[in-house]
Nanobody, 116 residues
Framework: VQLQASGGGLVQPGGSLRLSCAAS????????MGWFRQPPGKERRFVAS????????YYAESVKGRFTISRDNANNTVYLQMDSLRPEDTAIYYC??????????WGRGTQVTVSS
């Protein structure tokens, strides 16, 4: 699976952004997909994930109620809707694919900056 994230940018606090992750490869529709982020000078951390059937989603506590992960298997795309953005959400956001118990598929990140 090859992944390419897009949709990042500069947004004011309280604003919204929608990230997209386009995937190629036959295993996309059967893979759990996720989003991670890496703030400046910090480690990459989990943000959200969604099962292949879309019936299970998980979120980091810091984004619950503000971010929504979704996927369109017909178009091999995963989305991350980010609302009520805060300065601490500033990071490079990466999409990833799970195989077994390991996140082994990674795309190039997209920068999200929340600032007034």
């Amino acid at each position: 699976v090859q992944l390419q994230a897009s949709g990042g940018g500069l947004v004011q606090p309280g604003g919204s952004l929608r990230l997209s992750c386009a995937a190629s490869g036959r295993t996309f529709s059967s893979s759990t997909m996720g989003w991670f982020r890496q703030p400046p000078g910090k480690e990459r951390r989990f943000v959200a994930s969604i099962s292949w059937s879309r019936d299970r989603t998980y979120y980091a506590e810091s984004v619950k109620g503000r971010f929504t992960i979704s996927r369109d298997n017909a178009n091999n795309t995963v989305y991350l809707q980010m609302d009520s953005l805060r300065p601490e959400d500033t990071a490079i956001y990466y999409c990833a694919g799970l195989q077994g118990s390991a996140w082994i598929y990674w795309g190039r990140g997209t920068q999200v900056t929340v600032s007034s």
